[in-house]
């Protein structure tokens, strides 16, 4: 820093202010200075992370896992339906090879696994990942005194991918306690522990990179990123704090190399706390639900349905029979608030809702119509098919065999059909389902840019419901395609809102 002030001083001296120079030149070191950390900064920070490291350490454990082991890789040469069926008919030698190995009582090793967990109860109780633990016929857990123990009263839950387990017969363990990882924002330092590669105990540092992330790994994801090093291995331990509080269990790493690149994930303890009670309470987790499809809401679906921003989830579907029918929750609803919590995404919607009590009504608020209104609604266990129930079948795009008029709107760039019984069992709909069927799109239309293709129904157009070529001309009236208009389609993946703008802007 000193050698710029001089180069300051310098320019500013050429130009025939040498006065005005000094001053910086005297002032720029000393504001540095001042802001500058000190070693014995440096120092305090490093006796926080050594004294967190002591007090964590003990409580880490080493969860190796044992698979069964299977006669000559599962397969059997008399089987000619077996994956090498073909080739043994081609090969008798080969069908000779695998007999003589099972005559031998030849076995393939025994599948084995390596993970991390973490003591939360003297009483014997670890948490961990449910994949370290999944389909495992044998676990044992090593504490850091280098005995071992085989896990039992083994409980998982595969939707958030935590598990809790126990050991017996043990005494003198040490717990680590919980903290809120609601309270942990990003740039937070976080510590890491874990058995990675199985080289033993490891603490890696960093800070907390982002929240609420979704990976598509679990079907209940908030994820808390971090850059401290994860490594296969670590799965399973802790994400602490300065206060040496569990924040977090690892969970997963984005790598292209298989080891890590600063980009770790963990399951916010908040949701591990829920999930492990219900565990060790009930042996399964049970969780309320609404009954509805939400999407996210981007800038341009928001400004379609004139709201203020994309802020909240917004209903694609409500299912019959559900909490939210109930409720009169409608499609087009855009939910804010429930229970108090603002609601920013889908993810945060439904980690919200699950954890609720049921048989308890709470309050949402959401936009409706851009009417700002309040709703009680009363929660029910989640059904266990309800994701499976929700929607089967594969839908096809519209037949050819239909004599249903066709109706063209070259300002969306489409061609749609009205919905008949017929042709709503014809796509795998129910034959109740109401709207319009696209049958064409033009590739350089505004609809196609927004991706809408044949097969799709369009259900509604902004708030309004649409049954008919009629209504669609009507409700395209009342809209500005340069604006923006918004459309409610179904498809094979469900529903969503779909914003269209001309020149797919």
Same mark, same amino acid.
């Given at each position: 820093?000193?050698?710029?002030?001089?180069?300051?001083?310098?320019?500013?001296?050429?130009?025939?202010?040498?006065?005005?120079?000094?001053?910086?030149?005297?002032?720029?070191? &000393?504001?540095?200075?001042?802001?500058?950390?000190?070693?014995?900064?440096?120092?305090?920070?490093?006796?926080?992370?050594?004294?967190?490291?002591?007090?964590?350490?003990? +409580?880490?454990?080493?969860?190796?896992?044992?698979?069964?082991?299977?006669?000559?890789?599962?397969?059997?040469?008399?089987?000619?339906?077996?994956?090498?069926?073909?080739?043994?008919?081609?090969?008798?030698?080969?069908?000779?090879?695998?007999?003589?190995?099972?005559?031998?009582?030849?076995?393939?090793?025994?599948?084995?696994?390596?993970?991390?967990?973490?003591?939360?109860?003297?009483?014997?109780?670890?948490?961990?990942?449910?994949?370290?633990?999944? *389909?495992?016929?044998?676990?044992?857990?090593?504490?850091?005194?280098?005995?071992?123990?085989?896990?039992?009263?083994?409980?998982?839950?595969?939707?958030?991918?935590?598990?809790?387990?126990?050991?017996?017969?043990?005494?003198?363990?040490?717990?680590?306690?919980?903290?809120? +990882?609601?309270?942990?924002?990003?740039?937070?330092?976080?510590?890491?522990? *874990?058995?990675?590669?199985?080289?033993?105990?490891?603490?890696?540092?960093?800070?907390?990179?982002?929240?609420?992330?979704?990976?598509?790994?679990?079907? &209940?994801?908030?994820?808390?990123?971090?850059?401290?090093?994860?490594?296969?291995?670590?799965?399973? *331990?802790?994400?602490?704090?300065?206060?040496?509080?569990?924040?977090?269990?690892?969970?997963?790493?984005?790598?292209?190399?298989?080891?890590?690149?600063?980009?770790?994930?963990?399951?916010?303890?908040?949701?591990?706390?829920?999930?492990?009670?219900?565990?060790?309470?009930?042996?399964?987790?049970?969780?309320?639900?609404?009954?509805?499809?939400?999407?996210?809401?981007?800038?341009?679906?928001?400004?379609?349905?004139?709201?203020?921003?994309?802020?909240?989830?917004?209903?694609?579907?409500?299912?019959?029979?559900?909490?939210?029918?109930?409720?009169?929750?409608?499609?087009?609803?855009?939910?804010?608030?429930?229970?108090?919590?603002?609601?920013?995404?889908?993810?945060?919607?439904?980690?919200?809702?699950? &954890?609720?009590?049921?048989?308890?009504?709470?309050?949402?608020?959401?936009?409706?119509?851009?009417?700002?209104?309040?709703?009680?609604?009363?929660?029910?266990?989640?059904?266990?098919?309800?994701?499976?129930?929700?929607?089967?079948?594969?839908?096809?795009?519209?037949?050819? *065999?239909?004599?249903?008029?066709?109706?063209?709107?070259?300002?969306?760039?489409?061609?749609?059909?009205?919905?008949?019984?017929?042709?709503?069992?014809?796509?795998?709909?129910?034959?109740?389902?109401?709207?319009?069927?696209?049958?064409?799109?033009?590739?350089?239309?505004?609809?196609?840019?927004?991706?809408?293709?044949?097969?799709?129904?369009?259900?509604?157009?902004?708030?309004?419901?649409?049954?008919?070529?009629?209504?669609?001309?009507?409700?395209?009236?009342?809209?500005?395609?340069?604006?923006?208009?918004?459309?409610?389609?179904?498809?094979?993946?469900?529903?969503?809102?779909?914003?269209?703008?001309?020149?797919?802007?």
């Amino acid at each position: 820093m000193r050698h710029l002030s001089k180069h300051v001083s310098w320019i500013v001296a050429l130009i025939g202010v040498s006065c005005l120079a000094v001053t910086i030149s005297d002032a720029l070191p &000393r504001r540095v200075a001042t802001a500058a950390p000190s070693a014995a900064d440096a120092r305090q920070l490093s006796a926080v992370f050594r004294e967190i490291s002591k007090e964590a350490i003990p +409580s880490i454990v080493a969860i190796e896992t044992r698979g069964k082991a299977t006669a000559a890789n599962g397969i059997d040469p008399d089987d000619e339906d077996s994956p090498l069926g073909d080739l043994f008919k081609q090969n008798p030698q080969f069908r000779d090879f695998f007999r003589d190995r099972q005559r031998k009582g030849g076995e393939t090793p025994r599948t084995r696994g390596m993970g991390s967990g973490f003591i939360v109860d003297e009483a014997g109780v670890i948490i961990t990942n449910s994949h370290v633990v999944r *389909g495992a016929d044998e676990v044992k857990v090593r504490l850091q005194d280098g005995h071992e123990y085989v896990a039992t009263d083994i409980k998982t839950d595969d939707k958030s991918d935590v598990a809790v387990l126990r050991i017996t017969g043990v005494k003198g363990l040490k717990a680590l306690k919980f903290g809120d +990882s609601d309270t942990a924002e990003i740039g937070d330092w976080v510590m890491a522990v *874990g058995n990675p590669f199985d080289v033993g105990v490891t603490v890696t540092a960093g800070i907390i990179s982002a929240k609420s992330r979704g990976l598509g790994i679990a079907d &209940r994801e908030d994820f808390l990123q971090t850059d401290a090093a994860i490594n296969p291995g670590n799965s399973g *331990g802790p994400l602490l704090n300065l206060n040496g509080e569990v924040i977090g269990v690892n969970t997963a790493i984005s790598s292209r190399s298989g080891g890590s690149e600063g980009i770790g994930f963990a399951i916010p303890v908040n949701m591990v706390k829920w999930i492990s009670h219900q565990l060790l309470t009930g042996g399964k987790v049970k969780r309320a639900y609404l009954g509805i499809g939400i999407q996210q809401l981007d800038p341009q679906v928001a400004k379609g349905l004139k709201l203020q921003g994309p802020e909240g989830a917004i209903v694609t579907t409500v299912a019959k029979g559900s909490p939210a029918e109930d409720a009169k929750l409608q499609e087009g609803d855009v939910i804010l608030e429930l229970n108090g919590r603002k609601i920013t995404n889908p993810r945060s919607l439904q980690n919200t809702v699950e &954890r609720l009590e049921l048989g308890k009504t709470y309050k949402a608020v959401l936009i409706r119509d851009g009417q700002r209104i309040e709703l009680p609604i009363t929660m029910r266990e989640m059904p266990e098919d309800f994701f499976t129930a929700a929607r089967s079948g594969v839908r096809r795009g519209p037949g050819k *065999g239909s004599s249903q008029k066709e109706e063209s709107f070259n300002e969306l760039g489409i061609q749609v059909k009205e919905m008949t019984s017929d042709a709503a069992k014809e796509l795998g709909y129910d034959e109740k389902q109401t709207g319009l069927v696209v049958t064409a799109v033009d590739p350089k239309g505004p609809a196609a840019v927004a991706g809408l293709t044949p097969g799709l129904i369009i259900e509604k157009i902004g708030s309004k419901k649409i049954s008919s070529a009629k209504d669609m001309e009507e409700a395209l009236k009342s809209v500005s395609l340069k604006e923006g208009v918004t459309l409610l389609v179904n498809s094979p993946n469900g529903k969503r809102f779909v914003a269209i703008q001309a020149n797919g802007k």
